[in-house]
């Protein structure tokens, strides 16, 4: 099996976060922000395939972009392995782009671009013995992509064994040990983002009765692209599981995100009734008063954040709410008095401003997996301490879009009666213990342009009991010829640390890290100074001065 790397390039931030949407950003920035994954996928991962992205680079549909995929992929990062279109994509050269008028100009563009392998089926490519036959493209085009994807099939061993065994596949695919990592990895990515008082952990000698609240709460939620494994466990079951003969367990649905099914394909998507909610939510407030403590799992299910790949296929939103009822539903639940934690359940931030403010407890798992049910539950009674950090940041509407922590120095002048800050900053996330930073150093404090220093700082575990620290690295170049971000993450190490025990971090800094592309788009390390920021996440940090000549 083949890892293939998508979609390819400047897809992640289109005009008005519309899937397909034109990229209209610089060569710099898409150098600096967008390839770069891209380039460590190639050159680190020795991934085999490569998809483009459905939408354009400066005008050029990336389909049909040669500078993209055989300048960039293929002539700086040296990809060698099969370039696949994505669904339809040398169609939409036509249809959508319009770009070519007919099939043959379409297939013309992406073969000469270098797509190999039209998907899911041929269309346009049924055009190219026609196209060599009349000169039109030339032989060696064919030839070279025949070649890329024999070799992949020869690596991959089809020639001997064209097919798999299914019932091995399914069995292998359903391990103890799969499950194993499927939770060690749900466990790992939980994220929380609020403890006022220690609500958390929950402490079992004190709970006869809780209250399992919310639309994600009863059903297992993967996301999209995914099919129902033969295991999967909700937080509803996984609580169930954990507190078994030690407390009771009560359920309700709360409200709902969606009144259809949340299946991914689906096209037709029915947002929630309010007039049917209203019961749901009167049901949730009763069954909360009667419980010790409510969890409640609000966010968005499989059929509100998707892939939108057609007009009648929908999946982009213009807004970062919490969809429906469900603020009121957690509005109503805390009028009870009754403590409650929330999870969020979601594939894209929410601006959970009222939850944020008014709830005491709050985890962030996204899409945990099939065993997200067994590792919420794990953290919830303190049997493992979270210790996962926001890889993005979240906003505070979808007016501070787009949010992110390595802006430009020019980027955040405030808006008029608004709190400029994100909700909640990159890099983000507690623990049931606190660490302490100290002695932070830099050594050598000076290097010349192509010199390396080590950047070394001590985390104490202050608290009572073991945690996982995420220690991060920043850097800002204080004055350079371009415009660079206020702090740009360089490096980061996730470490367990005992109760009262000092770890020291280290991170190696070199050219790599402080270099940018110049006024000529040349890749340099100007002399200067530079910033070295380490801290928990991307606002709260200690500085030292390195210095570059």
């Known amino acids: 099996m083949y890892a293939t790397l998508k979609h390819f390039a400047v897809h992640s931030q289109p005009e008005a976060g519309a899937n397909i949407a034109p990229a209209n950003y610089s060569e710099r920035t898409v150098r600096e922000y967008f390839l770069p994954p891209f380039e460590a996928g190639i050159r680190e991962a020795n991934v085999g395939a490569v998809m483009p992205s459905y939408n354009e680079l400066d005008g050029i549909p990336n389909h049909s972009n040669s500078w993209l995929l055989r300048n960039i992929l293929r002539g700086e990062f040296g990809f060698q392995g099969i370039v696949v279109s994505d669904y339809f994509a040398i169609e939409q050269l036509i249809t959508i782009h319009h770009v070519a008028a007919n099939c043959e100009q379409a297939a013309k563009l992406a073969i000469t671009a270098g797509v190999d392998v039209e998907l899911p089926y041929l269309r346009c490519y049924k055009t190219l013995p026609s196209l060599v036959r009349s000169g039109q493209i030339s032989e060696s085009l064919i030839n070279d992509a025949v070649a890329r994807v024999l070799r992949a099939k020869f690596h991959l061993g089809l020639f001997e064994r064209p097919y798999s065994d299914e019932h091995e596949a399914v069995q292998d695919a359903s391990t103890a040990q799969n499950r194993e990592l499927a939770l060690q990895a749900a466990r790992e990515s939980i994220t929380l983002l609020k403890n006022d008082k220690d609500l958390l952990p929950l ?293 367990s640390i005992k109760p009262g025990e000092t770890r020291t971090f280290t991170f190696h800094i070199g050219p790599r890290d402080l270099g940018f592309y110049d006024r000529t788009m040349k890749r340099v390390v100007e002399p200067g100074s530079f910033k070295l920021m380490v801290g928990p996440n991307s606002v709260d940090l200690t500085s030292v001065l390195l210095e570059v000549k």
């Open 203 to 495: 402490d079992l000698t004190k709970i006869k009765r809780i209250a399992v609240i919310g639309p994600n709460a009863g059903d297992p939620h993967l996301g999209g692209y995914s099919g129902m494994p033969r295991h999967a466990i909700s937080i509803r079951e996984g609580i169930q599981n954990k507190v078994a003969g030690k407390a009771e367990v009560v359920y309700a649905e709360g409200c709902r995100v969606t009144e259809s099914k949340p299946v991914w394909e689906d096209d037709h998507v029915v947002p929630a009734d309010p007039q049917l909610d209203q019961p749901r939510m009167s049901e949730a407030v009763a069954m909360l008063s009667t419980a010790d403590v409510g969890v409640v799992v609000v966010g968005e299910n499989e059929q509100t954040s998707r892939e939108a790949w057609s007009s009648t296929h929908l999946g982009d939103r213009d807004n970062l709410d919490l969809l429906g009822r469900q603020d009121d539903l957690v509005s109503r639940l805390l009028a009870t008095g009754k403590p409650i934690v929330v999870i969020l359940l979601h594939g894209r931030p929410n601006s959970i401003n009222f939850i944020k403010e008014h709830v005491p407890a709050i985890l962030d798992g996204w899409y945990l997996g099939q065993e997200g049910g067994a590792a919420v539950a794990e953290v919830l009674f303190g049997d493992y301490n979270p210790a996962g950090r926001l890889p993005i940041t979240v906003p505070r509407s979808v007016g501070q879009l787009p949010d992110y922590y390595y802006q430009k120095p020019s980027a955040r002048r405030p808006y008029l009666f608004t709190d400029n800050s994100p909700l909640f900053p990159f890099g983000y996330g507690l623990s049931y213990t606190k660490f302490q930073y100290s002695n932070l150093r830099v050594e050598p404090n000076s290097i010349a342009t192509n010199g390396s220093a080590k950047v070394s700082v001590d985390v104490t575990n202050a608290g009572t009991r073991m945690g996982d620290e995420v220690v991060q690295l920043y850097v800002r170049d204080e004055v350079s010829s371009v415009t660079r971000p206020i702090k740009e993450l360089r490096g980061f190490e996730r470490v």
